[in-house]
């Protein structure tokens, strides 16, 4: 069974194909800049990568452009779009109507457009993706599979915001999550890799890349976590502020050079903050690795970093007394698989807790699975590459094979 996962972003499409139950790529690209100047598509089949420079005025052209490229002769895996059997569909806002993954009908339609006010900037785009799937492939069932499923399952205590109660009545105000395909992803690898069954895996599971998340997992179901109703709470992120104090935006508000610019102190805690904001110099790990090493202990890059493992840390203990028993941390998310300083300090000075990195297998693992703690470690350490498309793939065969 063949089946094709789109990630459709406001000016971005990512595809790939999959040969289920094997899980087999084969096929997977990008379509960039949709709807502006410099449109491009990068398709790649096994090592082959093929660059088409070409105008894609909307995300109907795009997915049309996708297809076309998967049945080419020249860079082409099908010889016919009709071999594609299902279509899997991330969407960022799923509310609360689903805690699982969905065949797509007209309630799920409805369910996506009522909660593109809680994600204005992901779910209309969701959308568009959807409805030019199916004008493209008729008849080809379609599965959403929600960002905010994994963690519907927190409870009321975790989830709520001690706001007036009617914050969450009127207007929906509560902790939704995000992230989920990755969690979820990771708590079955664990899962598997510790040899338990997924309902008896207790995990805290860091996601950490551009955004930034954690889980606390219990009995393999999300319990708590750190975004709430955005993607804006929690961790620091490459240009994400995370948790702050929320007397500071009135605060900012008050002062001229703020006055009434709400947009301007979104833009500033979502674009202009986290490592990049502290550091003044990148949002990107690895930029900041190189600097701090070229400028110092005192340098920003420095602090920056300083900050990041601090407020990971801050939710590991967290999440360790919220849990009680705890199988294991994991890691994935760019700077998760790849950065070993970052998880060896989020983890230092934890040994009267049970959990203890061994330095050498924390540095020489990069990129790949494998547990980094030592052999009396009580808590495993594991770091596992994260599969978003592969369980959204997953997730969409379970429900049309
Ligand atoms: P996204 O959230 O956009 O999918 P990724 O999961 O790819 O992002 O993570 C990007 C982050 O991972 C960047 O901060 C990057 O610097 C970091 N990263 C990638 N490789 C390394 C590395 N070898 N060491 C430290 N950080 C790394």
Do not use: W
Not at 177 to 202: E, M
């Amino acid at each position: 069974m063949i089946v094709l996962v789109v990630n459709c972003g406001s000016s971005s499409i990512k595809y790939q194909l999959y040969e289920m139950p094997e899980k087999k790529v084969m096929a997977k690209g990008l379509a960039e800049k949709v709807g502006e100047s410099g449109s491009m598509l990068t398709h790649r089949r096994g090592d082959e990568k093929f660059e088409l420079t070409q105008n894609i005025p909307n995300h109907k052209v795009g997915i049309e452009l996708i297809l076309s490229c998967l049945t080419s002769p020249e860079m082409g895996v099908l010889s016919n779009v009709k071999e594609i059997s299902a279509v899997g569909h991330r969407v960022v806002h799923g509310g609360e109507s689903y805690s699982d993954a969905m065949r797509i009908d007209q309630d799920v339609m409805t369910c996506i457009e009522e909660c593109s006010d809680l994600a204005p900037l992901h779910n209309p785009p969701n959308l568009i993706g959807i409805n030019e799937c199916r004008a493209a492939l008729p008849g080809v069932p379609m599965v959403a599979v929600f960002d905010t499923a994994f963690h519907q399952t927190l409870p009321r205590a975790a989830y709520l915001y001690p706001l007036p109660y009617e914050a969450y009545e009127k207007y929906r105000i509560r902790k939704y999550g995000f992230h989920g395909t990755s969690h979820a992803y990771i708590t079955h690898r664990a899962a598997a890799i510790l040899g338990k069954p997924v309902d008896q895996v207790n995990l805290v599971t860091c996601h950490l890349g551009n955004g930034c998340s954690m889980a606390a997992v219990r009995g393999g179901k999300s319990v708590d976590t750190t975004m709430g109703f955005t993607p804006l709470a929690g961790l620091m992120m490459g240009t994400r502020c995370g948790d702050i104090d929320p007397a500071i935006i009135p605060y900012l508000l008050s002062k001229p050079e703020y006055a009434n610019k709400v947009a301007e102190i979104d833009k500033m805690m979502n674009k202009k903050s986290g490592l990049l904001g502290i550091s003044g110099v990148s949002n990107d790990m690895r930029d900041l690795g190189d600097d701090a090493a070229k400028s110092g202990p005192d340098s920003r890059s420095k602090l920056a970093i300083d900050m990041f493992c601090y407020r990971v840390k801050h939710y590991v203990g967290a999440y360790m007394a919220i849990l009680g028993r705890v199988d294991a941390i994991c890691f994935m998310g760019g700077i998760g698989e790849n950065g070993a300083d970052v998880r060896a300090e989020c983890l230092s000075n934890m040994e009267n807790f049970g959990v203890l990195v061994d330095t050498e297998k924390n540095k020489t693992l990069r990129g790949k699975e494998g547990d980094i703690s030592t052999d009396g470690s009580k808590i495993k350490i594991l770091v596992i590459p994260t599969d978003e498309e592969g369980f959204i793939a997953e997730e969409t065969y379970n429900l049309c094979k």
